[in-house]
C-alpha cells in the first residue's frame, strides 16, 4: 500500500522492520520488528553498518529496554534453499511484525519491497537511515545475528564465521573449498551449489 508519509511526522505505534543476512552463503537471515516508545528516546539510533559494534552492543540492550515493542524472527536456511532468499526474507519479516506484543498501525520496511502484513505497509528505501524505528529494527537484527555467526564459528571451525559472519569473503570462499559445505551453507547460492557439485564428481571418479 502506498502511503504519503512525513517520517518527521511519525508517531506511536509504527513499526520499524529490517533484515541481516541476505547476502551470506550460510547461517539464517535474521529479521526484526519495533515499536519505539516516543516518551523513551533512544539517542543515536543508525544503520547498523554505520555503527561500531560496542555500540550496536549497547543500544540492543537499551532497544530491547526501551521500546514499546520488539521481535527478532527469522528464516531458516531450508527456507532460504527452498523459497528463495526474497521470499524467506518476507516470510521473516511477516514473522517479526507478527510476533510484537503490540499492533502497529502501519509497517515500515527498509528496502523497496513489503511482505503481505495484516496493516498498512511502506518500502523505505534506506531506510534504516532515515527512520529510527526501522534504524533500531537493523540493530537487533545485526547483533543478533552476529552473535549466532560467532556461536557456529565454535561448531564449524576453520571457515572463519566470526569474522565475515558468512558473507562470501576470499577467506571464506577458500574455506568452503578446502573444507567442503556444511549443514548450515545455503545450497541454493552459487558458490555452494557449485563445491558441493563438484564434492559430487570428485565422489563418482573414485567409486
Known amino acids: ?19 541481516v ?6 547461517g539464517p537471515v535474521v529479521t526484526a520488528a519495533v515499536i519505539l516508545d516516543p516518551r523513551r528516546p533512544i539517542h543515536g539510533l543508525n544503520d547498523s553498518k ?3 559494534e560496542a555500540r550496536r552492543e549497547k543500544l540492543f540492550d537499551e532497544i530491547r529496554e526501551k521500546a514499546l515493542a520488539w521481535c527478532i524472527a527469522r528464516a531458516e536456511v531450508e527456507e532460504i534453499d ?19 506484543s503490540v499492533l502497529p498501525r502501519l509497517a515500515l520496511i527498509d528496502g523497496n519491497r513489503c511482505p503481505v502484513l495484516s496493516m498498512p505497509s511502506r518500502a523505505v528505501i ?18 543478533s545475528r552476529d552473535r549466532e555467526m560467532h556461536a557456529l564459528d565454535l561448531e564449524y571451525p576453520g571457515y572463519g564465521m566470526a569474522q565475515h559472519k558468512g558473507y562470501p569473503t576470499p577467506v571464506h570462499l577458500e574455506a568452503l573449498q578446502r573444507l567442503g559445505a556444511t549443514p548450515i551453507h545455503r545450497r541454493s547460492f552459487a558458490p555452494v551449489r557449485l563445491r558441493l557439485e563438484q564434492a559430487l564428481r570428485e565422489t563418482s571418479l573414485t567409486c
Do not use: W, Y
Not at 543476512?21 to 550460510?26: E, H, K, S, T, V
Open 21 to 26: 543476512g541476505r547476502g551470506p552463503l550460510c
Open 82 to 100: 527452498r523459497l528463495n532468499i526474497l521470499h524467506a526474507t518476507m516470510l521473516a519479516m511477516q514473522r517479526a511484525v507478527e510476533g510484537l
Open 126 to 143: 534506506q531506510g534504516d537511515g532515515q527512520v529510527p524505528a526501522i534504524a533500531a529494527a537493523s540493530i537487533l537484527a545485526k547483533v
Open 50 to 52: 554505520k555503527l561500531t
Open 1 to 19: 500500500m502506498q502511503l504519503g508519509l512525513d517520517f518527521t511526522l511519525v508517531e506511536a505505534l509504527v513499526a520499524g522492520v529490517d533484515e
